[in-house]
């Protein structure tokens, strides 16, 4: 059956959530009515609430997977399994203390789990920090609230192994220098920053989210004291996965 979410009078669907509401009317402008069976619908919703993202930081993520309610369908990042890219650089290794940044519904935290001594995931959303935390009712994970701009102070310097994917990608490109420092400032001595995203050329113009790095950006990475040990290849656009090891 074809659902439709028809907007009026600010009452969309049965969301009752503010936020929620005020992004659904920029998405659908009123008297519109959306099938929400259409494939490609929750990759625009997705693209059009980021595209915001420049003027309310990571306020659309919260809204989104408010929106989402709960329903993994609807987020066109969750693949519900560990990115491949990770699974792949797992295989064998075994970590001390791991932090997953933007760890959305947790399934890559969980696979760090399964090899860590303890894994703290944290994302912007309390929504989706919640969702993961339903998923894996059972998780060793220390799932929590957080933001990579604002990181408390006991949280730096600790980490043996961090992991991002996804979640540089999707901030504004104006942010990703900062976000760099913040990534770095979680890592021990000879730790591990595993980036794990979307790359593309100077010449590529940045369409809606998500925004793939430039070379010239992970040029940016070495240059915070770490050094990159590794990098795969793949054609422009497709994910690659870098590693560097603070020095
Ligand atoms: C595209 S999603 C990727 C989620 C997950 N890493 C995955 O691959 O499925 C980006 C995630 O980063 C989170 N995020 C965005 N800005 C953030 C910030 N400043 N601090 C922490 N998490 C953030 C979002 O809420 C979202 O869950």
Redesign the pocket.
Known sequence: MVEHFVHTEGVVGSNPIPTTRLLLHWLFNSGQSVAMDDPLLHRKMAARMANRAREDG?DW??AF?QWAGGDEEKVP???LMP?PLLSDWLEGKQFGAVAV?????G??AEALAERANSVWA????ET?VEWAKRRYPESLVEYGV????HLSEERKGIYGTVV????LQ??PPERRTEAFAALASLLLPQGELVVITRWREPETELGPV?WPLLMSEFDEIDKLGLERIEQTSAEEGQAIRLVWRKI
Request: aromatic share 20%; proline share 3%; glycine share 10%.
């Open positions: 990571a993520f919260e997977y990042w969750a693949d990115h940044v933007g760890c959305g519904l399934d890559d944290f994302d912007v959303s989706v957080g933001d990579l701009f991002e994917i996804f979640t999707a901030l998500p």
